[in-house]
Protein backbone atom coordinates (compact mmCIF):
# COMPACT_ATOMS: atom_id res chain seq x y z
CA UNK A 1 0.00 0.00 0.00
CA UNK A 2 1.29 3.05 -0.84
CA UNK A 3 2.54 5.63 1.69
CA UNK A 4 -0.14 8.51 1.69
CA UNK A 5 1.36 12.03 0.48
CA UNK A 6 -1.47 14.12 -0.57
CA UNK A 7 -0.51 13.24 -4.32
CA UNK A 8 -2.68 11.29 -6.68
CA UNK A 9 -1.29 8.14 -8.30
CA UNK A 10 -1.46 8.92 -11.48
CA UNK A 11 0.78 12.26 -12.79
CA UNK A 12 -1.66 13.49 -15.21
CA UNK A 13 -3.58 14.86 -12.12
CA UNK A 14 -0.62 17.10 -11.23
CA UNK A 15 1.24 17.13 -14.60
CA UNK A 16 0.33 19.65 -17.30
CA UNK A 17 1.10 18.48 -21.15
CA UNK A 18 2.55 21.29 -22.17
CA UNK A 19 6.27 20.58 -21.03
CA UNK A 20 5.96 23.35 -18.04
CA UNK A 21 7.48 21.10 -15.63
CA UNK A 22 10.63 20.27 -17.85
CA UNK A 23 10.98 23.62 -18.89
CA UNK A 24 11.26 24.30 -15.02
CA UNK A 25 13.45 21.82 -14.44
CA UNK A 26 16.15 22.83 -17.12
CA UNK A 27 15.98 26.12 -16.30
CA UNK A 28 16.99 25.21 -12.79
CA UNK A 29 19.34 22.73 -13.78
CA UNK A 30 21.29 25.80 -15.78
CA UNK A 31 21.29 27.73 -13.09
CA UNK A 32 23.05 24.82 -10.90
CA UNK A 33 25.83 25.38 -13.59
CA UNK A 34 28.89 27.38 -14.07
CA UNK A 35 27.48 29.26 -17.45
CA UNK A 36 25.52 32.45 -17.15
CA UNK A 37 21.84 31.86 -16.56
CA UNK A 38 20.48 35.12 -16.96
CA UNK A 39 21.86 34.69 -20.68
CA UNK A 40 19.88 31.65 -21.21
CA UNK A 41 16.76 33.21 -18.71
CA UNK A 42 16.62 36.27 -21.27
CA UNK A 43 17.22 33.81 -24.13
CA UNK A 44 13.77 32.56 -23.37
CA UNK A 45 12.22 35.24 -22.42
CA UNK A 46 12.98 36.86 -26.01
CA UNK A 47 11.82 33.78 -27.57
CA UNK A 48 8.62 33.18 -25.93
CA UNK A 49 6.91 36.82 -25.17
CA UNK A 50 7.18 40.44 -25.95
CA UNK A 51 10.37 41.60 -23.67
CA UNK A 52 7.36 43.92 -21.52
CA UNK A 53 7.68 43.48 -17.87
CA UNK A 54 4.12 41.93 -17.95
CA UNK A 55 5.32 39.60 -20.08
CA UNK A 56 8.60 38.64 -18.08
CA UNK A 57 6.48 38.58 -15.08
CA UNK A 58 3.77 36.07 -16.42
CA UNK A 59 6.53 33.94 -18.03
CA UNK A 60 8.47 33.57 -14.82
CA UNK A 61 5.07 32.39 -13.15
CA UNK A 62 4.59 30.10 -15.47
CA UNK A 63 7.80 28.37 -16.31
CA UNK A 64 9.93 29.02 -13.27
CA UNK A 65 7.56 29.80 -10.32
CA UNK A 66 4.91 27.61 -11.47
CA UNK A 67 2.00 29.21 -9.45
CA UNK A 68 0.53 32.82 -9.71
CA UNK A 69 1.91 35.37 -7.60
CA UNK A 70 -0.27 37.61 -5.38
CA UNK A 71 -0.76 41.44 -5.84
CA UNK A 72 1.86 42.22 -3.26
CA UNK A 73 4.71 40.15 -4.86
CA UNK A 74 3.98 40.96 -8.35
CA UNK A 75 4.13 44.71 -6.97
CA UNK A 76 7.39 44.11 -5.59
CA UNK A 77 8.83 42.09 -8.41
CA UNK A 78 8.15 45.07 -10.90
CA UNK A 79 9.35 47.45 -8.10
CA UNK A 80 12.73 45.19 -8.51
CA UNK A 81 12.68 45.11 -12.20
CA UNK A 82 12.94 49.16 -12.21
CA UNK A 83 8.81 49.56 -13.20
CA UNK A 84 8.40 51.91 -16.48
CA UNK A 85 11.96 51.52 -17.01
CA UNK A 86 11.96 48.09 -16.78
CA UNK A 87 15.32 46.65 -19.44
CA UNK A 88 15.54 43.42 -20.25
CA UNK A 89 19.32 44.05 -20.95
CA UNK A 90 19.73 45.42 -16.85
CA UNK A 91 21.32 42.12 -15.82
CA UNK A 92 21.50 43.58 -12.30
CA UNK A 93 18.09 43.68 -12.25
CA UNK A 94 17.03 40.45 -13.51
CA UNK A 95 19.85 38.82 -11.18
CA UNK A 96 17.81 40.63 -8.30
CA UNK A 97 14.11 39.71 -9.75
CA UNK A 98 15.88 35.95 -10.26
CA UNK A 99 16.88 35.86 -6.70
CA UNK A 100 13.74 37.12 -5.36
CA UNK A 101 12.02 34.61 -7.00
CA UNK A 102 14.01 31.78 -5.42
CA UNK A 103 13.46 33.49 -2.58
CA UNK A 104 9.38 32.99 -2.60
CA UNK A 105 7.59 30.87 0.03
CA UNK A 106 8.15 26.89 -1.49
CA UNK A 107 4.11 26.94 -1.82
CA UNK A 108 4.94 28.86 -4.64
CA UNK A 109 7.84 26.84 -5.91
CA UNK A 110 6.24 23.30 -6.93
Known sequence: MPIPTGYKETGHEWLNSSFQ???RLYLNNNFSKDYNSIDYYIKLIQENT????????????????????????????????????????????????LRFIQDLPKAHLN
Open 50 to 97: DSSLESFIEFSEDYLIGDKLSEEEKTELSTILGGDDFDLENYDKIGEA
Open 21 to 23: LLQ
